[in-house]
């Protein structure tokens, strides 16, 4: 069974950074498609970022490009998100995801392009 767990959520100030990590059990770190979305009171679920790593390619959304860096550690079997420049704006509950094994992340940012889903990190930035 395939379960995703994140940790790393917090509050910080604007400006500040957090990491946030995604362990992974019944799921193999390799050529996989994994990504961070989140949700922010109110709105809908939203890609911030997604990585394949059988071709070492990641998306990120607009606002978050720069400041955040999607990477994996196949020895840990984690999935990190670091997250520089914090902004209020960066408020919401993170989410982990992942698609199906073979999955070549053809909808890396759209939440319908993934299977599985951790139950989330809380992220507060305050001004």
């Known amino acids: 069974q395939v379960q995703l767990v994140e940790s790393g959520g917090g509050s910080v100030q604007a400006g500040g950074s957090l990491r946030l990590s995604c362990a992974a059990s019944?799921?193999?770190?390799?050529?996989?498609?994994m990504g961070w979305f989140r949700q922010a009171p109110g709105k809908e679920r939203e890609g911030v970022a997604a990585?394949?790593?059988?071709?070492?390619?990641?998306w990120y959304a607009d606002s978050v490009k720069g400041r955040f860096t999607i990477s994996q550690d196949n020895a840990k079997n984690t999935m990190y998100l670091q997250m520089n420049s914090l902004k209020p704006e960066d408020t919401a509950m993170y989410y982990c995801a992942a698609e199906r094994i073979g999955g070549y992340c053809s909808s890396p940012l759209f939440d319908y392009g993934m299977d599985y889903w951790g139950k989330g990190t809380l992220v507060t930035i305050s001004s």
């Open positions: 019944g799921y193999t770190y390799g050529t996989n498609c």
């Open positions: 990585i394949y790593t059988g071709g070492d390619t990641t």
